[in-house]
């Protein structure tokens, strides 16, 4: 089983689950067919009676502690603290513990719920000495620590209330959610339960919820929760607040100290308005009751569409000047210029059916859809922007169920708030417009500790069911892993149109005037995109902002900016093109089974789906930038359960390279320092040509041993580079005038590839370092990704460099990295080793091959405490991410660009060029 | 089409016109005339309205002379605009526009006229009565109709609460700055600040025509009229989702928003399995109709806020004198801004435009016309058909809705 070495620190990689299909879910499968899926992935299901939970009541609650409505009065920690995972006593915990909050609208329910990462941690003895090294202790940065786990976005509609309860009861979230006796195994229904739960569906559903599942339904009120989840959202989610006009989307960072006032517009079945002054400070000041409601009902009455969507995706197809009547109808053509009406400005909704001898039958119902969808919007915008007016506000925030995410309805919100505001205001718009009330019910249990979650703590993911459902259920859950890959056969069958990659037309341009057409409608944009922007949050309570960043708020990880449309095709095609050889990878390292082969086809068609929908809308999952494209890819691996596609080459090639590092080491120590740190800087570079991320070195590897490509490689360094500052890095180390400069206190290494990469470009380097006195923490990896080293790995390459280093043998015994072997010397009595300075490893806390400084483990910021130098190398983390990062400490960032449109994009070179940016501290 | 077929006829009840005047405001539904017709007799002397000219401080040149006379307004739908034609024609008031003075050689006859039709249908006025319409703006018109009825019109503005009618004195020195609200097909909100002194601060395109317009694809109603009448006998509660429905029966005090609140217009035609037929016309009806007059009294309301004016004037169309359409924007307007501003209404709601248009004849250097400000003295009705039926607007209601007043001819 394939399962275990996911890393429980990070909590990304929990879709580890038993691969045997359990036939008492086989009731689970839908029998429909099709429109399965939901916003969760397959690791929370209860199907394991095969002995197959891995981490039950004994090792629940590892550095964590509670959930919503957890009494953690007289805890206390059984056995010795220091013991893994220890079990901690909760004698006054009485009430189930419900992961669960609704709200219950007059048309949809929304569900937020909880599902905590499943808590395998592994012995990994590495942590512990890291821990103690860094001195971080256990529970130390909060008073009661968060839990990791995921939020999860479900919607119901009303009327099928009962798909909702069935839902509830199969994931027994009513009950805490199937992980839920890891408190309470023994007391399994409790009369006590309550969920929180808001909208008005709360007051008029409490007895069925009571009598269906035996559930208390505690009532939060409305407005409360929907403030309370739009400060939550707009605090906790990076890219959640967005802009719309004529096409275009655009995320805007909001400055936490800097939220409030704004104005929320909740559009659900009517529209409430409310002015928002702080969390739990508020007032509705407006709404109106021409909303989403009558959308839809006077949509029903005119067109008999079946459900919204229907309604909203006839609508793009529409043309409403064959029913609104406009200025140029009422002035023969011809605008009213004088009081700025083109003649293309509505005059009337509707007006036109007036006139007319035509019957309703005569009208097509896409402009009935679209007439009536621009009269409900624009007469939002209007209501909204003059009630910011009024009370001075510059932002108004645009959310409910009635926009899901649909372009030409927030095009037509944005237009009339612009319009009318003459560009004053501005509307924006919420990636999880739906389910403001249900986060702020799920927000309004007592003591979950999620108040003040930050915005690195979380993480969001787009797991397959999520993004092509967006949430919406029409049947069963996804029990497992086979019922996710059955489902995306059937999908990819049923839906090769939607996920067929589509050209980009230009947006047009509309005019000016009255409210033209926005330009998303049509073909621009598709119905089935409206829903998908809702993905897993994953909370990661450990992740943390790197200390070391000069000014976190300007920071931004990515290089490549994929809103381009031409950059984005270009990766498009590199990552298509490179996929059937990752498949390969892929099913090869999981034994080639057939399984293996069918689980790589779902991967090859769900990477493929997320490809080909972001080209589409490059917006859909948040900003778009080529470390999340990158890191997707790796997500989706995961998910399909390939947990290290690269593992056995990986093995390979450190192999290979450890194999003839004594006689790189011995040729080093033969070269005076000066000439000793220009090869190590070559060899550092040279080295990074190992990368299976880049095609064109993929060619190569047929070519020769690692040790002849190495030398080649290292020969062709030619100075100066196309990015060369090593004269300057050179005399920071060495000085000059033979005055030594001082060394530097600890360095953070950033490595990249296995192999080569590492063994011979990055470890000579941490060994000079060493030998200088400076303290050297090697950063790798907190999971796989393509053939990066992790930090599970580095361990072994080290103690197995070290037996032939002295240097390093000893700096790794002083890093705690070679366990055994310094219990041995403990024994021994031997202290000659702590002379040395330390080298130690820590995770990074990603699973990608670029990192996001924004958000890396709690460890990794330990360790950045007393570091005065970062060395980033590889393009992942030097060049894609991070090339323009500013540190507040030295930095020097080492790649070699193996990609021909990176290097003239990026440095004005050719492919191979090398970049050797060194920058001060600033 | 009933009243309009009445006002038609009308020709052979008032043999008597000699001399007429007209003005056109031709909007994107309804065509709106004013025309002044003499009386044969004159029975007023000069004296008399010297006196009362005095008394209003309006200027004018005794050596003019004076022409005793009623304002008559009529309309008919833009889509039967040959009716329209057909009735000048035989009241022949297209004879009675002024001529050229620029070009005294030209027997052109120009029509004042304003409203989008003005542009539209300038070409078929020349072909079928050979006048040209001489195009006035419409705002300015609607602006200047309001300010001449304000002022010079006993007991033109009105406030109608809870089925109270109530007439407000309006001081003619304190009359602006005020919001006019015009409910045609579409809305216009006109800030007024003085004579020819306003601006268009905001609209709507949820008016009149979206009222008829959807309530002719959803109920079959053959005018508006109708469409209004049913609304009367409606209930809005089977289709509108109220606070009530989405709570259980119970208030959400905490907003002030009782159970009886719409939510959601048509918001229960959602969850339901019915189908357009199975609503009663009636509902739909005043569902449409309590949706729209709320949405304009509220945005009324926001942008009079905006500007600080207590007093909304609503005319146009739309309201025709219906009772509840009246109650619908008044509680809105006195709910949004807690009782702080007043929505009223003007009698001849839906002749501001026709009328500013005729009282620009005044500005032209030939052959205009000026209509004397005078209070007036009869009763006159504002009825429509409509009104007959279900507003008690006024106990007495004349035949046609004139004003009766006198004209120099200079």
Not at chain 1, 821 to 843: F, I, K
Not at chain 1, 888 to 913: H, P, S
Not at chain 2, 11 to 30: C, K, M, V
Not at chain 2, 360 to 368: A, H, V
Request: glycine share 10%; proline share 3%.
């Amino acid at each position: 089983m394939a399962g275990l070495n996911g890393d429980p620190f990070l909590g990304i990689d929990d879709n580890i689950e038993k691969l045997q299909y359990n036939n008492n879910s086989k009731e689970a499968i839908d029998k429909e067919g099709l429109v399965v899926g939901i916003g969760e992935d397959s690791s929370n299901n209860k199907n394991n009676n095969q002995g197959g939970e891995k981490d039950m009541a004994g090792n629940s609650i590892h550095r964590s502690g509670s959930r919503p409505q957890l009494d953690l009065s007289k805890a206390e920690i059984q056995g010795n603290s220091e013991e893994r995972d220890p079990t901690i006593l909760l004698p006054n915990q009485t009430d189930d513990i419900s992961h669960l909050a609704l709200d219950i609208g007059g048309s949809l329910i929304k569900l937020v719920y909880f599902s905590r990462h499943e808590d395998q941690s592994v012995d990994d003895k590495r942590k512990k000495i890291v821990k103690e090294r860094l001195g971080i202790s256990n529970g130390n940065r909060r008073n009661f620590p968060v839990l990791g786990g995921r939020l999860h976005f479900v919607k119901f509609e009303t009327s099928k209330l009962n798909e909702c309860l069935d839902f509830i009861s199969s994931k027994q979230l009513h009950r805490g959610g199937i992980d839920s006796h890891h408190w309470n195994s023994e007391a399994p229904a409790n009369e006590n339960a309550v969920i929180k739960a808001t909208g008005g569906g709360a007051y008029k559903f409490a007895d069925l919820f009571k009598e269906r599942l035996g559930v208390s339904i505690d009532k939060e009120d409305e407005m409360d929760c929907l403030v309370a989840g739009a400060n939550f959202l707009l605090k906790a989610i990076r890219h959640e607040a967005f802009t719309h006009m004529e096409g275009h989307k655009e995320f805007v960072q909001i400055d936490h100290n800097d939220l409030f006032p704004y104005l929320l517009v909740n559009i659900g079945s009517g529209v409430s308005i409310i002015k928002v002054d702080g969390d739990g400070k508020f007032q509705r000041v407006s709404g109106t009751n021409v909303g989403g409601g009558t959308y839809w009902g006077l949509g029903r009455l005119l067109t008999k569409c079946n459900n919204f969507d229907e309604l909203l995706e006839l609508s793009q197809r529409g043309d409403n000047r064959t029913i609104d009547m406009l200025v140029g109808d009422i002035y023969g053509g011809m605008d009213y210029s004088k009081i700025g009406l083109s003649a293309s400005t509505i005059a009337s909704s509707f007006g036109k059916a007036i006139s007319d001898k035509k019957e309703l039958q005569d009208y097509r119902p896409e402009d009935i859809s679209l007439s009536l969808l621009r009269m409900i919007s624009y007469n939002i915008g209007q209501i909204s922007y003059l009630n910011a007016l009024r009370f001075g506000l510059k932002r108004i925030f645009f959310g409910g169920f009635f926009i899901r995410g649909h372009a030409y309805t927030m095009d037509t919100i944005s237009f009339a708030v612009h319009f009318w505001s003459k560009g004053e205001a501005q509307a924006m718009f919420l990636r999880h417009e739906g389910f403001l009330g249900a986060v702020g019910a799920f927000m309004s249990y007592q003591k979950h500790g999620l108040d003040d979650l930050m915005v690195h703590h979380l993480v969001e993911r787009f797991p397959m069911g999520a993004p092509y459902t967006g949430g919406k259920i029409h049947g069963p859950p996804l029990g497992d892993l086979n019922e996710k890959i059955s489902w995306m056969e059937k999908f990819v069958l049923k839906g090769t149109e939607i996920t067929a990659p589509v050209p980009m037309a230009p947006p047009g341009t509309t005019g000016l005037g009255g409210f033209e057409v926005p330009s998303s409608r049509g073909a621009t944009l598709r119905s089935d995109a409206s829903a998908l922007n809702v993905g897993v949050l994953h909370l990661v309570p450990t992740l943390e902002v790197f200390p070391l960043l000069a000014d976190p708020k300007m920071y931004e990880p990515n290089t490549i900016d994929l809103s381009d449309h031409k950059e984005l095709e270009y990766w498009f095609t590199v990552l298509s093109g490179h996929l059937p050889d990752l498949v390969d990878k892929a099913v090869a390292s999981e034994g080639g089974t057939d399984d293996a082969k069918r689980r790589g086809d779902a991967f090859a068609r769900a990477f493929s789906a997320h490809l080909a929908r972001l080209m589409e809308e490059p917006a859909a999952y948040g900003k778009l930038g080529l470390a999340n494209l990158l890191e997707l890819r790796e997500e989706c691996l995961r998910e399909f359960q390939f947990l290290d596609a690269y593992r056995s080459i990986k093995q390979r090639e450190n192999e290979a390279s450890l194999a003839v590092l004594p006689d790189l080491l011995l040729e080093l120590d033969h070269m005076d320092e000066e000439t000793r740190l220009l090869t190590l800087i070559e060899g550092v570079l040279a080295a990074n040509i190992f990368d299976w991320g880049s095609r064109a070195c993929v060619d190569f590897y047929h070519k020769g041993t690692i040790i002849e490509i190495y030398r080649m490689s290292r020969n062709k360094m030619q100075r100066p580079w196309r990015v060369d500052d090593f004269d300057l890095f050179k005399e920071r180390m060495l000085g000059s005038e033979g005055k030594k400069p001082r060394p530097h206190k600890r360095a953070l290494l950033f490595v990249d590839n296995s192999g080569a990469d590492i063994v011979l470009g990055m470890l000579p380097l941490a060994r000079e370092l060493l030998r200088r006195g400076t303290e050297v923490v090697l950063v790798a990896n907190s999971l796989p990704a393509l053939n990066d080293v992790t930090a599970m790995e580095v361990p072994d390459i080290v103690a197995e460099a070290a037996k032939h280093c002295d240097i390093l043998r000893r700096a790794a015994e002083a890093g705690g990295l070679l366990v055994d072997a310094m219990n041995n010397n403990s024994l021994d009595g031997s202290r000659g080793n702590s002379s040395s300075v330390p080298l130690m490893v820590v995770e990074n806390g990603c699973g990608s091959p670029c990192i996001d400084l924004r958000q890396v483990s709690s460890e990794l910021a330990a360790a950045a405490k007393h570091a005065d130098l970062v060395i980033l190398e590889g393009m992942g983390r030097a060049l894609h991410t991070n090339f323009n990062a500013r540190f507040k400490c030295e930095a020097l960032k080492l790649a070699m660009v193996k990609n021909q449109r990176l290097a003239e994009k990026l440095i004005k070179g050719k492919i191979y060029d090398c970049v050797c940016r060194y920058e001060p501290a600033t | 089409m009933d009243h309009l077929a009445h006002v038609s006829n009308q020709p052979n009840s008032q043999p008597q016109s000699q001399i007429s005047h007209l003005a056109l405001d031709i909007g994107g539904s309804l065509i709106k005339l004013v025309y002044f017709c003499r009386y044969d007799d004159n029975c007023r002397d000069d004296d008399e309205l010297r006196s009362q000219n005095e008394s209003l401080g309006s200027e004018s040149d005794n050596s003019r002379p004076v022409l005793g006379g009623k304002l008559h307004f009529a309309k008919f739908e833009t889509s039967k605009i040959n009716d329209c034609l057909e009735f000048i024609h035989s009241m022949k008031l297209h004879l009675g526009g002024f001529h050229d003075c620029t070009a005294p050689s030209s027997d052109k006859i120009f029509i004042k006229a304003t409203g989008g039709g003005a542009y539209k249908f300038a070409d078929l006025f020349k072909e079928k009565l050979g006048v040209s319409l001489d195009k006035e703006d419409e705002m300015e018109c609607l602006v200047t109709g309001a300010n001449f009825l304000l002022k010079a019109v006993h007991q033109e503005a009105f406030t109608y609460l809870d089925g109270q009618k109530e007439f407000a004195q309006i001081d003619p020195n304190d009359l602006y700055p005020y919001l006019l609200v015009n409910i045609g097909s579409g809305v216009s909100m006109i800030k007024v600040d003085g004579d020819g002194k306003f601006e268009r601060v905001s609209g709507t395109s949820l008016g009149g025509g979206t009222f008829w317009g959807l309530g002719r694809l959803l109920t079959k109603c053959k005018n508006f009229d109708e469409l209004l009448e049913l609304s009367h006998q409606g209930n809005n509660r089977v289709i509108d989702m109220l606070v009530g429905d989405i709570y259980g029966g119970t208030d959400y005090a905490k907003i002030g928003l009782s159970a009886t609140t719409i939510a959601s217009s048509f918001g229960k035609a959602i969850s339901d399995n019915k189908g357009l037929v199975d609503y009663k016309p009636e509902d739909i009806s005043r569902s449409l109709l309590r949706m729209i007059s709320n949405n304009i009294g509220q945005i009324s309301y926001l942008n009079a806020l905006r500007f600080g004016l207590k007093r909304i004037f609503f005319a146009g169309f739309f309201i025709r004198g219906h009772a509840y359409t009246m109650d619908t924007i008044s509680v809105a307007v006195n709910f949004w801004s807690k009782g702080e501003a007043e929505a009223m209404f003007l009698r001849h709601e839906g002749f501001l435009g026709a009328l500013g248009a005729f009282m620009s004849y005044e500005k032209q250097c030939l052959d205009g016309l000026t209509v004397n400000k005078i209070p007036q003295r009869f009763p006159i009705s504002v009825s429509s058909a409509g009104n007959k039926i279900y507003c008690s607007m006024n106990g007495k209601s004349n035949d046609n809705e004139s004003i009766e007043c006198t004209v120099y001819r200079t």
